[in-house]
């Protein structure tokens, strides 16, 4: 499930900015980005983790002990090769007049916005690949382990996960699945996700114990 969490998020913080689905079985596009892509993502939130001697010390970070450094920066190429190449194919598909045909994403909307626009001495590209780079990286890592960890408290709470499944019963029905706008009835549901945030907040250690608990 921590896998398939993973794969989900990506999916869609990639398909809300770029337009595009590289992470699990029902991936589309080209193989070769999506393996490149799936590379450079998964090797920054590895890195990301580490903690390094220079962190604490930071004269030692010219001696790279261990490599991480130069193994981060060779992510970081990887990462703006591909942000790059998404950059360039929005601007392909751009109609003369700065217009786009369909549905835009977070990348069109932005080359849109920022063009002829002063912006501190960074040029729009550079703007663009960082703010979208900033969006996937954000959102991913933190909602798949929140749902992670929302899913282990309801394994080991059941009495609360058989509640939920009622509420669930009850306000959606078994033939059908979860929309927006049905998740305002469901109360008791999202009471469950804020308790699990409040015991497991994704950018924190969980407190001793609170793994096996959670507010009814």
């Known amino acids: ?24 079985v029902a991936a589309d596009g080209d193989e070769e980005e999506g393996r490149s892509c799936q590379k450079a993502f998964r090797n920054f939130f590895h890195y990301v983790g ?12 010219w001696l790279d002990l261990g490599g991480h ?30 217009g786009y045909k369909g549905d835009q994403d977070f990348m069109d909307i932005m080359l849109s ?13 550079t703007v663009n690949k960082a703010t979208c780079l900033q969006v996937i990286m954000a959102g991913a890592d933190t909602t798949s382990v929140m749902l992670t960890w929302v899913l282990s408290l309801l394994l080991n709470n059941r009495q609360v996960l058989k509640k939920v499944q009622e509420e669930l019963d009850l306000y ?7 929309d927006e706008s049905g998740i305002t ?8 996700v804020k308790e699990a ?17 959670i507010a009814r």
């Open 172 to 178: 959606v029905g078994k033939e059908r699945q979860v």
């Open 113 to 125: 916005t920022l063009t002829g626009t002063s912006l501190a001495g960074y040029d729009a590209d």
């Open 197 to 213: 945030l409040r015991l497991c907040p994704a950018g924190a250690e969980p407190a001793k114990g609170n793994s096996q608990k």
């Open 69 to 98: 450094e130069k193994a981060m920066k060779e992510t970081f190429k990887e990462m703006d090769r591909v942000i790059s190449g998404w950059l360039e194919e929005h601007r392909r598909r751009r109609e003369p007049g700065g």
């Open 50 to 61: 580490l903690f390094l001697p220079a962190d604490s010390i930071p004269f030692l970070r």
């Open 185 to 192: 009835k469901l109360f008791y549901l999202q009471a469950v």
């Open 1 to 24: 499930m921590k896998k398939w969490f993973a794969d989900l998020t990506m999916n869609v913080l990639v398909r809300m900015v770029a337009g595009k689905r590289y992470f699990g």
